[in-house]
C-alpha cells in the first residue's frame, strides 16, 4: 500500500500529461513481480524461446519449425520427464506451448495408474488426432500397452526414450509413424544433464531412479517403467549441484520407490540423501519422494535423522492402500499393518511435527465390510494430514483385474466414508496458528496473487505478494487456518533484516518519483525560479 500512496501524494504535489504513462510502467513493474503470465499466455516463470510464426517464415515442413503442445498426466516422475521433453524440443528449435489451438504438433505425456486419468488421455488424442496434425504420445499408457490398437495411427515415445522425443517429432511432421516403446526392451534410464524447461523455474524434479522390485496385483505402472535402474549416486548429485547453481531453490527427490534406490547398484537411499544434503546450501530445501513401506523399513532411523536435517522438509509420502493384512496380502505389497504402523510411530516420535502422507484404495476385491472397518480406524488412528483416496479401478493385463470385483456402488460409499474421516479433523494445520515459522517461498497460488511457501513440515503457507518475494525465506506469523492450508504474515526475512532491506523495485520507484515531485514543486515555488530560465519556462509551459 506504500508505494501507491507515495505515486498518489506524489501526483498531488505536480500533475502532469505523463501521469497515466507513470502508472502504466509502475502496474507492468508490479505485474512482472508477481509473475504474471506474458501477452501470449504462456505461464509465468516458464522459459519459452522468442519466435516468429514459423509456419508462414520458413514453412511446416522444415524440422524445428514447429510449435508442440505438450499436456502431462500423472506423477511427479511424469512431470519431470515431460520437463525433459520440452528442454530436449526446445534445444531443437521447437517451440513447445500448453495452448491447444496453437499447436502445429500434440504430445501427450500419460498416466495408467487409473482409468479416469487413461480415459482423459485417451480423448485428448483422438480430439487432437481430429485435427489432421501428427500426434505423438508418451509415458505409461503406450509403454504398458504397446499391442494397444488405440496407438497404430500415432508416434510412441517410451519413458526410457524421452531423450529422443525430437527425433520422434521430427519423423511425424514428415508424415511418418514412429514407435519407441518396443515391449521388454530397456535402453537404459535418460541421462539426467538431458536439456530441460521447468514449469516452475525455483522447483527441480529429480528422478532417482525408474521402475521398482514390487509386484503389487492392480499396479500396472510396473508393465510401464519396469524393474528397479537406479542413477548412480555421482550423477545425481551433479544435477542437484548444477540446479541449485542455477538458482533453484527447492529440490524434489523423486521415482516409484524412493526407498529402494540403489538396491540395483549396490547402494541405498541413506547413503544417496546423505551425500545430497550436504551440497545443498542454506536457503533451499530437499523434499524426498515417495517410499513403500518394506524398503524404508530397514533404515528407519537413518530416515529420520534425516528428515530433521534443517534443509530438508520433515515430510514423507508413505502409502498403505489398506488397514487389513488380508487384503494387503492379496495386494502383494510385502509388508503388514503393524510394519506401516511401526514406520508412522518412529517417524511421528523422532522427528518433531513430522507430515506424513498416505494413499487408501476403496473397494479392492478381496475387501469385506471388516477389512474396510480396519481401514477407516487406521486412518481415524493417525490423522494423516494428506490424504489420497481413490476406488479400486481395475488395470487390464493385472491379475487383480481377473478377480472378483465389487459392485460400483460398494467403492464409491466407501470412497465417501472414507472421506467423511478425512474431512472431520483439522490437518493439524490450526496447531500452528499463533506461532513462528519459517517459511520457503517457491510458488503462486492458484488465485493468481498469493504467494505458497512451505514450513519445515511442509505445511502449505499463504503469505501476501508485497511482503515477499518468489524464492525468498521468510519468518512468518501464523495467523489463519483452513483444511489445507495456513495464512502467514511476514515478520522479517529469516536472515534478520529489516523488511526496508527488500523492498521491491516497484515500492523503490514510487518512493523516487514522490521525491522527485517534492523537490521539483519546491524549485518551481522559490523566487529563484523566475531568474533561472530552465525552471522560469517549466513553470510556464505548467
Known amino acids: 500500500k506504500l508505494q501507491f500512496l507515495y505515486l498518489i501524494v506524489g501526483c498531488g504535489v505536480w500533475t502532469t500529461p505523463h501521469t497515466s504513462i507513470l502508472m502504466d510502467d509502475i502496474e507492468n513493474i508490479a505485474d512482472a513481480a508477481r509473475g504474471a503470465a506474458p501477452e501470449d499466455g504462456t505461464p509465468g516463470g516458464v522459459v519459452r524461446r522468442a519466435r516468429k510464426?514459423?509456419?508462414?517464415?520458413?514453412?511446416?515442413?522444415?524440422?524445428?519449425?514447429?510449435?508442440?503442445?505438450?499436456?502431462?498426466?500423472?506423477?511427479?516422475?511424469?512431470?519431470?520427464?515431460?520437463?525433459?521433453?520440452?528442454?530436449?524440443?526446445?534445444?531443437?528449435?521447437?517451440?513447445?506451448?500448453?495452448?491447444?489451438?496453437?499447436?502445429?504438433?500434440?504430445?501427450?505425456?500419460?498416466?495408467?495408474?487409473?482409468?479416469?486419468?487413461?480415459?482423459?488421455?485417451?480423448?485428448?488424442?483422438?480430439?487432437?488426432?481430429?485435427?489432421?496434425?501428427?500426434?505423438?504420445?508418451?509415458?505409461?499408457?503406450?509403454?504398458?500397452?504397446?499391442?494397444?490398437?488405440?496407438?497404430?495411427?500415432?508416434?510412441?515415445?517410451?519413458?526410457?526414450?524421452?531423450?529422443?522425443?525430437?527425433?520422434?517429432?521430427?519423423?511425424?511432421?514428415?508424415?511418418?509413424?514412429?514407435?519407441?516403446?518396443?515391449?521388454?526392451?530397456?535402453?537404459?534410464?535418460?541421462?539426467?544433464?538431458?536439456?530441460?524447461?521447468?514449469?516452475?523455474?525455483?522447483?527441480?524434479?529429480?528422478?532417482?531412479?525408474?521402475?521398482?522390485?514390487?509386484?503389487?496385483?492392480?499396479?500396472?505402472?510396473?508393465?510401464?517403467?519396469?524393474?528397479?535402474?537406479?542413477?548412480?549416486?555421482?550423477?545425481?548429485?551433479?544435477?542437484?549441484?548444477?540446479?541449485?547453481?542455477?538458482?533453484?531453490?527447492?529440490?524434489?527427490?523423486?521415482?516409484?520407490?524412493?526407498?529402494?534406490y540403489g538396491r540395483d547398484i549396490g547402494t541405498n537411499i541413506v547413503s544417496l540423501l546423505r551425500k545430497v544434503v550436504d551440497v545443498v546450501p542454506e536457503g533451499v530445501m530437499l523434499r524426498v519422494g515417495m517410499t513403500n513401506p518394506p524398503y524404508i523399513l530397514e533404515h528407519l532411523h537413518d530416515v529420520a535423522d534425516i528428515l530433521n536435517h534443517p534443509r530438508v522438509y520433515s515430510f514423507l509420502h508413505v502409502p498403505v492402500q489398506a488397514g487389513c493384512n488380508d487384503v494387503l496380502q492379496v495386494m502383494n505389497r510385502e509388508y503388514t499393518v503393524e510394519e506401516f504402523e511401526l514406520i508412522c510411530d518412529t517417524l511421528l516420535e523422532k522427528v518433531p511435527g513430522m507430515l506424513i502422507a498416505t494413499d487408501v484404495i476403496c473397494g479392492f476385491p478381496s475387501e469385506t465390510d471388516e477389512s474396510f472397518q480396519r481401514t477407516l480406524r487406521l486412518c481415524q488412528k493417525y490423522r494423516f494430514p494428506a490424504l489420497y483416496i481413490s476406488q479400486f479401478y481395475p488395470r487390464t493385463g493385472t491379475p487383480a483385474a481377473q478377480m472378483k470385483q465389487l459392485r460400483s456402488q460398494v467403492k464409491k460409499e466407501r470412497s465417501r466414508r472414507v472421506t467423511e474421516v478425512f474431512n472431520s479433523y483439522n490437518n493439524h494445520t490450526s496447531d500452528i496458528v499463533g506461532t513462528t515459522q519459517k517459511v520457503w517461498i517457491t510458488e503462486t497460488a492458484h488465485d493468481g496473487h498469493n504467494l505458497v511457501g512451505h514450513t519445515k513440515n511442509y505445511v502449505q503457507v499463504l503469505v501476501a505478494p508485497e511482503t515477499a518475494s518468489m524464492g525468498s525465506c521468510v519468518t512468518c506469523e501464523i495467523v489463519s487456518a483452513s483444511k489445507h492450508s495456513v495464512v502467514g504474515k511476514v515478520v522479517t526475512p529469516a536472515d534478520g533484516r529489516a523488511r526496508i532491506g527488500r523492498l521491491p523495485i516497484f515500492q523503490i520507484l514510487a518512493l523516487l518519483i514522490f521525491v522527485l515531485a517534492v523537490v521539483v514543486r519546491l524549485l518551481l515555488d522559490s523566487p529563484e525560479a523566475a531568474s533561472l530560465p530552465l525552471l522560469r519556462d517549466l513553470r510556464q509551459y505548467l
Open 53 to 260: 510464426n514459423r509456419q508462414e517464415a520458413v514453412g511446416y515442413d522444415i524440422p524445428g519449425s514447429q510449435v508442440v503442445y505438450l499436456k502431462t498426466y500423472g506423477c511427479s516422475h511424469n512431470n519431470s520427464d515431460s520437463e525433459y521433453m520440452a528442454g530436449a524440443l526446445a534445444e531443437e528449435g521447437y517451440g513447445v506451448t500448453e495452448d491447444f489451438q496453437k499447436a502445429d504438433v500434440y504430445l501427450i505425456n500419460s498416466c495408467t495408474v487409473k482409468n479416469p486419468s487413461e480415459e482423459h488421455f485417451i480423448n485428448l488424442m483422438h480430439k487432437a488426432q481430429a485435427t489432421g496434425k501428427p500426434t505423438i504420445v508418451a509415458g505409461c499408457v503406450p509403454a504398458g500397452d504397446a499391442k494397444n490398437k488405440e496407438f497404430s495411427d500415432v508416434s510412441v515415445v517410451g519413458v526410457q526414450q524421452i531423450h529422443r522425443v525430437a527425433e520422434v517429432v521430427r519423423e511425424a511432421v514428415k508424415g511418418n509413424r514412429v514407435e519407441l516403446a518396443g515391449a521388454g526392451k530397456r535402453e537404459g534410464l535418460p541421462s539426467l544433464q538431458i536439456p530441460k524447461i521447468r514449469r516452475n523455474e525455483l522447483i527441480e524434479i529429480i528422478p532417482i531412479n525408474a521402475g521398482c522390485l514390487n509386484k503389487c496385483t492392480y499396479c500396472k505402472t510396473k508393465h510401464a517403467r519396469g524393474d528397479l535402474m537406479s542413477y548412480p549416486e555421482e550423477e545425481i548429485i551433479k544435477r542437484v549441484k548444477d540446479v541449485i547453481a542455477q538458482g533453484v531453490k527447492e529440490v524434489r527427490l523423486t521415482s516409484e520407490d524412493s526407498g529402494a
